[in-house]
């Protein structure tokens, strides 16, 4: 908990006293500028709002995908079993590099476009594997008995592999939620407009325009204001709360998951 507190207390301190105190346990002072500077900032806000869009929306798409490729894959009656599996692992030693990947990008017209942000990465091919071996790993007593009653796959996903495994898939899903929460490499590659920039992207520019601002305070520049703050900390605010949430949830679903004999 203390990584999370020390960014608490060093966001609402400015740089004198946070360069005076090297070890820094406790608020000695209280200065609110940092949060007033982003919070009356209208970049902020739309920041936010693409955020929160790839957040969700990325994560919801990497889940359905995820989610049924490994349940597919793990079937062994799916046609090509074998041939997907090995192109899937051929993908994670090999790619083609940084300037195919802008072509094709390029290509699809989706430069300088959000959902760049979102359909490149719809798929974290480690995961899926990892999702792929516990589908596989659960009895297939209850498939069997799920299709004697009349159920497709499809019925057996939801209604049985779905339920037994939100656990396991909760644990995904707080990894791809915060993997979209911190995006910023696509964006750096593929996007150019302001308004389209994420908040790691802003946080990093807010920064940027800080550094001369603490520099300035640190040497007793008059024109140095107390911009020098961690601005940051507001940003990590919903990963911390999920994070708290997915150990509060795990630990009450702890012993249902099934392990084969």
């Not at 005076?20 to 209208?42: A, E």
């Not at 946080?203 to 640190?218: C, N, S, W, Y």
Request: proline share 6%.
């Amino acid at each position: 908990l203390y990584p999370f507190y020390y960014v608490l207390i060093v966001s609402v301190s400015n740089t004198v006293t946070y360069a005076t105190h090297p070890l820094y346990l406790l608020p000695y002072t209280f200065d609110w500028t940092g949060y007033q500077t982003i919070f009356n900032d209208p970049a902020f806000y739309r920041s936010l709002g693409v955020t929160l869009f790839v957040t969700f929306v990325g994560t919801a798409l990497n889940m359905l995908l995820s989610v049924t490729g490994a349940y597919a894959l793990s079937r062994k009656t799916l046609i090509g079993r074998n041939f997907f599996l090995e192109l899937i692992l051929f993908t994670m030693l090999f790619s083609g590099g940084v300037i195919p990947s802008y072509l094709v990008t390029k290509d699809l017209g989706l430069v300088n476009n959000i959902w760049v942000m979102v359909l490149p990465t719809a798929i974290n091919t480690y995961y899926l594997i990892i999702m792929k071996n516990y589908f596989a790993s659960l009895p297939s007593s209850l498939l069997e008995a799920a299709k004697l009653d009349g159920a497709n796959e499809l019925t057996v996903l939801i209604r049985i592999i779905v339920p037994i495994s939100m656990p396991f898939m909760a644990t995904f899903f707080l990894f791809y939620a915060v993997e979209r929460w911190n995006e910023w490499y696509q964006s750096f590659l593929y996007i150019n407009k302001t308004e389209l920039q994420p908040l790691q992207i802003y946080r990093d520019r807010q920064a940027d325009d800080a550094r001369p601002h603490a520099e300035g305070q640190l040497t007793g520049d008059p024109d140095g204001d107390h911009r020098g703050h961690d601005d940051s900390n507001p940003v990590r605010i919903p990963v911390c709360a999920e994070a708290f949430c997915q150990g509060r949830y795990d630990r009450r679903h702890q012993g249902v998951t099934p392990v084969r004999k």
